[in-house]
């Protein structure tokens, strides 16, 4: 399923997306638009799928990706994100 075919807040994430459909879809949520995706703004993006415990898993997210210490998630820090999410959201995302 292609996620920028989908209603972002009303729907959750059911089938596989590929990485490139996760970082746009990522995207939407960097509120500030600094290329770099916060505790905050990954919350958000998982209360638009029905995450539940939003505030601990985004806490955790974060410190699962953020390689360099610095409470964000930038592009470099992406493939760490997606590990997270397919281990503990249960997200199917795959290379192709």
Do not use: H, P
């Not at 997210?61 to 360099?68: R, T």
């Not at 610095?70 to 997270?84: K, N, Q, T, W």
């Amino acid at each position: 399923m292609a996620i920028r075919n989908m209603t972002v807040a009303t729907r959750s994430l059911d089938g596989d997306m590929t990485v490139d459909e996760f970082k746009e879809w990522l995207r939407r949520f960097d509120v500030d638009r600094d290329g770099r995706i916060s505790r905050d703004e990954l919350r958000r993006a998982m209360r638009a799928i029905r995450a539940r415990f939003t505030g601990w898993r985004s806490r955790q997210g974060i410190s699962y990706a953020d390689v360099d210490g610095d409470g964000y998630i930038d592009d470099g820090e992406v493939d760490g994100l997606i590990e997270y999410a397919q281990k503990s959201l249960g997200l199917r995302i795959v290379a192709y």
